[in-house]
């Protein structure tokens, strides 16, 4: 059974920084794609950014470019967020998510975890 758990949110001052962590577990990973979203209150759930297992290309969503690194540890099948410059507008609930390949369309990763609150005070 596939399982992803995050970690890692909490509350940060606006311009603090956290990171995130996805661990995956129940089967290979290697050649799938891994990607983080987020939805705040009211809002849609978005595009954070995502990494492909196997070539290590990434992508992110504008607003968060230049501030936000999506890493993978293939060996400990694990995908972390290091956020920096945190803004109260990054607050939300982040979610991984796991995917067959690389894309930002959320309907295309079949796996889901729980989510880790963030949370920017200004």
């Known amino acids: 059974q596939v399982r992803l758990v995050e970690s890692g949110g909490g509350l940060v001052q606006a311009g603090g920084s956290l990171r995130l962590s996805c661990a995956a577990s129940g089967r290979t990973f290697s050649g799938d794609a891994m990607g983080w979203f987020r939805q705040a209150p009211g809002k849609e759930r978005e595009f954070v950014a995502a990494?492909?297992?196997?070539?290590?290309?990434?992508y992110y969503r504008d607003s968060v470019k230049g501030r936000f690194t999506i890493s993978r540890a293939n060996a400990k099948n694990t995908v972390d967020l290091q956020m920096n410059s945190l803004k109260p507008e990054d607050t939300a609930i982040y979610y991984c998510a796991a995917g067959p390949f690389l894309t930002m369309g959320e309907y295309e990763y079949s796996y889901w975890g729980q989510g880790t609150q963030v949370t920017v005070s200004s």
């Open positions: 990494i492909s297992w196997s070539s290590g290309i990434t």
